[in-house]
Each structure stands twice: as structure tokens, then as C-alpha cells.
Nanobody, 126 residues
Framework: QVQLVESGGGSVQAGESLRLSCAVSGKTYKTYCMGWFRQAPGKEREGVATIDEYGTTTYADSVKGRFTISQDNAKNTLYLQMNGLKPEDTAMYYC????????????????????WGRGTLVTASS
């Protein structure tokens, strides 16, 4: 399985921005569905954004227009730019990867991804 290490979390005021990074290593397949997921205290894990092998991005309705997922294949790094953070965005954010998902199966609904990082905590205060 691929190894994923997240960074960039922190505590900010509502309205501010953060950029999360996910360092990816150990790839054994040519293409992967990559994504960001989050879990708030006492809630189920939910999808935030995904990007497939063609660069097609998909977002949860709650973050559309505020968050942007991207990847730098040369640096083997996945990013999540988060603007206009809200208190309800407070959660542990996880990077995930799956070589067996593509097209419509690579989406924020894909909570059963194959590989997961340990997470980075994001706190947005009002």
C-alpha cells in the first residue's frame, strides 16, 4: 500500500485560510484516485474532495467554491487549499489513495479508500 503523511493543519480564525499537504510514497500502480476526507468529533468520516488520474476534481457541496484540491506529481504531493474556513470545517483531515477507483468511483462518497494517512487537525474558531 502507498504511504501517506499529512501536514499543514492548525488553528485559525473563521474566514482565514490553510493549505494542507500530503506526501505520497510507495506507489506501485500507475494511477490513483486521491482524496481528502475529514472527521469531526462525534461525527462520521465524510469526503471533502477527490482528484482522479485525469485531473478531474469533485467536491462535497459544503466546501464547493472555498476548497481546492490539487496534486504535484513531480513532488508526489497532494494539496488541499482551504479558504474562508468556517467553524463547521473543524475536523481531523485525512489524505487517502486508491489505485482501483476511477471515473465516477473516485468521489468524496468513496469513504472506503484503500490507503489512509494519520490525519492533521484543523480548527477554525469564530
Amino acid at each position: 500500500q502507498v504511504q501517506l503523511v499529512e501536514s499543514g493543519g492548525g488553528s485559525v480564525q473563521a474566514g482565514e485560510s490553510l493549505r494542507l499537504s500530503c506526501a505520497v510514497s510507495g506507489k506501485t500502480y500507475k494511477t490513483y484516485c486521491m482524496g481528502w476526507f475529514r472527521q469531526a468529533p462525534g461525527k462520521e468520516r465524510e469526503g471533502v474532495a477527490t482528484i482522479d488520474e485525469y485531473g478531474t476534481t469533485t467536491y462535497a457541496d459544503s466546501v464547493k467554491g472555498r476548497f481546492t484540491i490539487s496534486q504535484d506529481n513531480a513532488k508526489n504531493t497532494l494539496y488541499l487549499q482551504m479558504n474562508g474556513l468556517k467553524p463547521e470545517d473543524t475536523a481531523m483531515y485525512y489524505c487517502a489513495a486508491d489505485p482501483h477507483r476511477s471515473g465516477g468511483y473516485c468521489s468524496p462518497l468513496s469513504t472506503g479508500m484503500e490507503s489512509w494517512g494519520r490525519g492533521t487537525l484543523v480548527t477554525a474558531s469564530s
